[in-house]
Structures are given as C-alpha cells and as structure tokens.
Nanobody, 119 residues
Framework: QVQLVESGGGLVQPGGSLRLSCAAS????????MGWYRQAPGKQRRLVAD???????NYADSVKGRFTISIDNAKNTVYLQMNSLKPEDTAVYFC?????????????WGQGTQVTVSS
C-alpha cells in the first residue's frame, strides 16, 4: 500500500553534515505529518524531529539548532539536514509518515538508514 524509502545515511566525521531523504509512495491521498526517529544500539527509538504538511516543526532538544526538517508535499518527501554532527548522533534513523489512504489512515515506517559519526 505505502512504502517509505530513506536515503542519505553514511559515515561522517564529527562536525560534518548529512542530509537524509524519505520518499513516500503508494495510494496516498494526503499526509498529515512526517518525521524522523533514531535508535542507537541498546537504546529506545526516540523522536528526532517531525513536521506537519503545513510546515509546523518539532525537534528533540538534543538536535535543536543543528538539524532542520523540511517537507516537499508535492513529492511526499521529508528531508532532515543534519549539521554539526556529534558522535552521539550515531544511530539508525527511521522515517515515518502519518498517511491517509482511500479507506484508512495510519503510521508507516521506513526500513532505517545508518548514520555513523566518527573520526
């Protein structure tokens, strides 16, 4: 029905930048909001940032001022620009979307993309 495909993860040195993308495809009528969670080894999955289709954003305190989330409603794609990366940002980053289909609505998740911050 719905597929979320992430891209843009990788290895970066401390202080560097990465840009994650997540494109939603399928029988989508509309998207209420999209966002990013991350999960480090041995830790719970936690919200990084989310954004509504209207552009209202929400960030975890740990990334405020360093990460920027944006959405392209025409492309059903959410982006996460990550600057001034720190080793503690290392995690698998998961995209999600609260998506409305013809007869249902719900949360859909991507498969995750690894971000490693290391020298």
């Amino acid at each position: 029905q719905v597929q979320l495909v992430e891209s843009g993860g990788g290895l970066v040195q401390p202080g560097g930048s990465l840009r994650l993308s997540c494109a939603a495809s399928g029988s989508i009528l509309s998207i209420n909001d999209m966002g990013w969670y991350r999960q480090a080894p041995g830790k719970q999955r936690r919200l990084v940032a989310d954004i509504t289709s209207g552009g209202t954003t929400n960030y975890a305190d740990s990334v405020k001022g360093r990460f920027t989330i944006s959405i392209d409603n025409a492309k059903n794609t959410v982006y996460l620009q990550m600057n001034s990366l720190k080793p503690e940002d290392t995690a698998v980053y998961f995209c999600y979307g609260n998506i409305v289909l013809a007869y249902s609505a719900g949360d859909y998740w991507g498969q995750g993309t690894q971000v490693t911050v290391s020298s």
